[in-house]
Antibody, heavy 121, light 109 residues
Framework: QVTLRESGPALVKPTQTLTLTCTFS??????????VSWIRQPPGKALEWLAR???????YYSTSLKTRLTISKDTSKNQVVLTMTNMDPVDTATYYC?????????????WGRGTLVTVSS | SYELTQPPSVSVSPGQTARITCSGD??????AYWYQQKPGQAPVLVIY???ERPSGIPERFSGSSSGTTVTLTISGVQAEDEADYYC????????????FGGGTKLTVL
């Protein structure tokens, strides 16, 4: 059974750096073609893709947020970490990690439950 | 920046057919994907590569593509299908610009 779970702080202050961890099971990020992405959703708004990391450590970022994002993986721990710098109240959202089963196709077949991050002083 | 356009809302009675459209200039060249999201839950993939249905998704969900518009069709709508539906694709470069539509609220009357 494949599962993904997001973890991180529920509250961050403006200008701080957010670090989120996606811990997954049921698949390996060392398997050819496997990828993990981060997606966020502000309250009551649409989904927004943030970043992706591949089995071969290739990385991709949203063009609008790439200067603030870093994605990394620890294959031995089955974890993917996302950092976002200079947090602002507009970054308040539920952050999801999701699996991309075949790197040639940019879609997300399984998602974590998400973690709500509020940015407030 | 590239955008996918969906109607904000669609309403149907139980047993009827719901059609949710998604328009984007790059759709003739890029696959579209559809997700269902119920309140307080994570999205669930219901259609991939325009018209493929993942295992476990009911047959009443189908997808189609024509030019710059893709359509999610739900035949014989049930009350449990009431949810937000999002289309997703990429711009014509194919990478680093994944885009979601604004979402469509499906109401089952």
């Amino acid at each position: 059974q494949v599962t993904l779970r997001e973890s991180g702080p529920a509250l961050v202050k403006p200008t701080q750096t957010l670090t989120l961890t996606c811990t997954f099971s049921g698949f390996s990020l060392s398997t050819s073609g496997m990828c993990v992405s981060w997606i966020r959703q502000p309250p009551g708004k649409a989904l927004e893709w943030l970043a992706r990391i591949d089995w071969d450590d290739d990385k991709y970022y949203s063009t609008s947020l790439k200067t603030r994002l870093t994605i990394s993986k620890d294959t031995s721990k089955n974890q993917v970490v996302l950092t976002m710098t200079n947090m602002d109240p507009v970054d308040t959202a539920t952050y999801y990690c999701a699996r991309i089963p075949y790197g040639d196709y940019w879609y997300f077949d399984l998602w974590g439950r998400g973690t709500l991050v509020t940015v407030s002083s | 920046s590239y955008e996918l356009t969906q109607p904000p809302s669609v309403s149907v009675s139980p047993g009827q057919t719901a059609r949710i459209t998604c328009s984007g200039d790059a759709l003739p060249k890029q696959y579209a994907y559809w997700y269902q999201q119920k309140p307080g839950q994570a999205p669930v993939l219901v259609i991939y590569k325009d018209s493929e249905r993942p295992s476990g998704i009911p047959e009443r969900f189908s997808g189609s593509s024509s030019g710059t518009t893709v359509t999610l069709t739900i035949s014989g709508v049930q009350a449990e299908d009431e949810a937000d539906y999002y289309c997703q694709s990429a711009d014509s470069s194919g990478t680093s610009n994944v885009v979601f539509g604004g979402g469509t609220k499906l109401t089952v009357l």
